[in-house]
């Protein structure tokens, strides 16, 4: 056990199995833990109430886990979710990792600069389940633009979506395969989400190539709910290393309703 030396001290994410998060009389916080692969965060439950009313008043941080000797970092909207205010997230040379992805799209929120404030509801005593309603999606992926080539031949593209968030499901959705047509595919076909946590989901879209083994991924955005709007809208598509690809975008259609209580 290590004892805080001052309010604001940093330190990593406390694992549910095997480590504990206690309040001393000072305010300050005792952690214990154990070996560095076991410093996980997982699903949300209430193994880590201490660690939410922990950040309500301390500044916390987590770091990747070592894996084989290198970083792999873990979803960061977790984190978020649970009141962890600094996540950090590895950078491979290739970018090309979901957390990375995700950490860029919500900062997106404040224009890639300063922090990002938790939503009201965050700043309660006993935030989480989380009690204001969720949202229904109502999302037609309608056509893209300009999509990458690939060196073999014309690609036959297709889109997979998501939602990415503390507690969504893990389903994965897909449009048809438009053959041989990568400069203005169109698909028109519409689909249903369900968003628990509209403040702390992304959307993830993701253009494959029906042609390679496993389906290429091409290009992808990710988008932060909050910046959503609805109506129709043309999404900028990223590279594998997250580069901007000139001309190249999404046209999708949104509405979103409350969810019935």
């Not at 939410?52 to 873990?74: D, K, M």
Request: glycine fraction near 4%.
């Amino acid at each position: 056990n290590k004892q805080t030396s001052s309010d604001i001290d940093i330190f990593p994410p406390p694992s549910p199995s095997s480590s504990s998060l206690t309040k001393t009389s000072s305010n300050r916080f005792l952690f214990s833990h154990v070996a560095e692969k076991d410093k996980v965060i997982v699903r949300l439950s209430n193994t880590l109430q201490a660690m939410r009313e922990a950040t309500a008043f301390q500044l916390h941080r987590s770091y990747p886990v070592i894996e084989n000797g290198s970083e792999q970092s873990r979803e960061p909207e977790l984190a978020w979710a649970n009141g962890t205010q600094i996540v950090t997230v590895s950078y491979s040379s290739t970018s090309n990792t979901l957390p990375s992805w995700l950490n860029s799209a919500k900062f997106m929120e404040n224009g890639g600069c300063g922090y990002v404030l938790k939503p009201d509801w965050m700043l309660s005593d006993n935030y989480w389940p989380k009690k204001t309603s969720g949202k229904e999606l109502e999302l037609t992926i309608l056509s893209a633009r300009q999509l990458p080539k690939q060196a073999h031949d014309v690609v036959d593209p297709f889109v997979k979506v998501r939602i990415c968030g503390p507690d969504a499901t893990d389903t994965t959705l897909m449009t048809k395969v438009i053959n041989n047509n990568g400069w203005d595919p169109v698909w028109n076909q519409e689909f249903h989400l369900i968003l628990k946590v509209p403040e702390l989901d992304f959307l993830v879209f993701s253009v494959h190539d029906k042609d390679t083994i496993g389906g290429s991924l091409l290009a992808q955005t990710v988008i932060s709910i909050p910046l959503l709007k609805e109506g129709i809208r043309a999404c900028p598509l990223q590279g594998l290393s997250r580069e901007l690809l000139d001309g190249s975008h999404l046209l999708i259609k949104t509405t979103m309703k409350q969810l019935k209580q």
